[in-house]
Structures are given as structure tokens and as C-alpha cells.
T-cell receptor, first 111, second 114 residues
């Protein structure tokens, strides 16, 4: 079982719709969770981080964490073509200080 | 401005040759990481270091070596033992304290075997 799993996509949504990206992780003790956006050929940039169960909102982005079910999700409201990118989920396992990434979900927002 | 600098941006390696990728940060971060990314794939951890003169292997360390002689620098050497080194390499750093674990990435080095 991979430590961090994401659907590779591609996920395609129309402009203005809600995009929902999901991530599951295997280390139950993990405490820090991150969503990064990566445009093709570029380095990842942090969008959201979440540490506590529940929802965290920042503009059009909402991160959701459910530690009991070991999943974290990212919702993008009012999706724009500029949101088209690969979204990487990252987790820091409890016993380590290294970041573990999922394979990423490629999102396409169609005008 | 603080940040992470990777060099070179593009690197070409001949078969059997060792090459070194540079990563320098001026963020005063304790931890530094090297990741490899293949087309359409996520980031795979090669090595990471939490303090000077100490580093740990990640998932795909074979064929790579690192050093951490200074806090600011974490160079990665791709040795001839790495049979398929063509990839995009990313260096990152984080503060050591968990609650401020935002990672900063360099702009990446694209390595191609010719």
C-alpha cells in the first residue's frame, strides 16, 4: 500500500464548477497535510495546509481532513481555466520528518 | 529575498558520468529534501537531511549520494550507478518544527542522459 494515494485523473470540470480532489494516507499517526499545485515543468507551490479534523477555507479553496477515515480532500469552487494543473497531496508521517507525496491528480478546467 | 536556488536548470549527462546538482537555501531551514519526478508522476523522495552532517535515504536512494556539510547547502550527486537518471529533480526545505512545515521548493533541474 502506498503511503499517500491519489486518483491520477485526469479530472475534467467545466469553468465555474466545483472540483473535488481526494487523497488517502496509510500512517494513522500523520498530523500534517498539504496540498500543492504544480504547473507543467514548474515546481510545486503550496495552496493549503491543514492539521485538524474538519474544514479549512481560504478563498475558493477548502481543505477537508478526516483522520478517522485517513483522507484529506481539496475543493476548488468556481473553477477557472488557470486552475488547470496537477495537484499534489503531501503528508508528514508521525515518526518521521520527511514529506511524502502522492502521485498527483491532473485537473483540467474547460472554458 | 529568501528562497531556494537550484542549479543548473538543465543538465546533460553522458553515459557513465557522475553529475552534481546544486541546492542552496537562505531561509535558515533545518531540513532539506531531494525529490525525483518522472513525467506524469508524483514526487519520489531520494534523500533528506534534518541537520548538518546527517542525512537519510528515501525511497529511491540507489545510484544517488548527498552531503550536508553546511546548513545552507544540500548537493545531490547522480552517479553512474543510476541507470535511468533522466528526470526532473526538485530540492525543498522546511523548518524543523512540525507546525511550520511549509515546504519551499527550488525551480528544479531537468537532467537528461545523452
Amino acid at each position: 500500500q502506498k503511503e499517500v494515494e491519489q486518483n491520477s485523473g485526469p479530472l475534467s470540470v467545466p469553468e465555474g464548477a466545483i472540483a473535488s480532489l481526494n487523497c488517502t494516507y496509510s500512517d494513522r499517526g500523520s498530523q500534517s497535510f498539504f496540498w500543492y499545485r504544480q504547473y507543467s515543468g514548474k515546481s510545486p507551490e503550496l495552496i493549503m495546509f491543514i492539521y485538524s479534523n474538519g474544514d479549512k477555507e481560504d478563498g475558493r479553496f477548502t481543505a477537508q481532513l478526516n483522520k478517522a477515515s485517513q483522507y484529506v480532500s481539496l475543493l476548488i469552487r468556481d473553477s477557472q481555466p488557470s486552475d488547470s494543473a496537477t495537484y499534489l497531496c503531501a503528508v508528514i508521517p508521525y515518526n518521521n520528518n520527511d514529506m511524502r507525496f502522492g502521485a498527483g491528480t491532473r485537473l483540467t478546467v474547460k472554458p | 529575498d529568501g528562497g531556494i536556488t537550484q542549479s543548473p536548470k538543465y543538465l546533460f549527462r553522458k553515459e557513465g558520468q557522475n553529475v552534481t546538482l546544486s541546492c542552496e537555501q537562505n531561509l535558515n531551514h533545518d531540513a532539506m529534501y531531494w525529490y525525483r519526478q518522472d513525467p506524469g508522476q508524483g514526487l519520489r523522495l531520494i534523500y533528506y537531511s534534518q541537520i548538518v552532517n546527517d542525512f537519510q535515504k528515501g525511497d529511491i536512494a540507489e545510484g544517488y549520494s548527498v552531503s550536508r556539510e553546511k546548513k545552507e547547502s544540500f548537493p545531490l550527486t547522480v552517479t553512474s550507478a543510476q541507470k535511468n537518471p533522466t528526470a526532473f529533480y526538485l530540492c525543498a526545505s522546511t523548518p524543523r518544527r512540525r507546525l511550520t512545515f511549509r515546504a519551499f521548493f527550488g525551480q528544479g533541474t531537468r537532467l537528461t542522459v545523452v
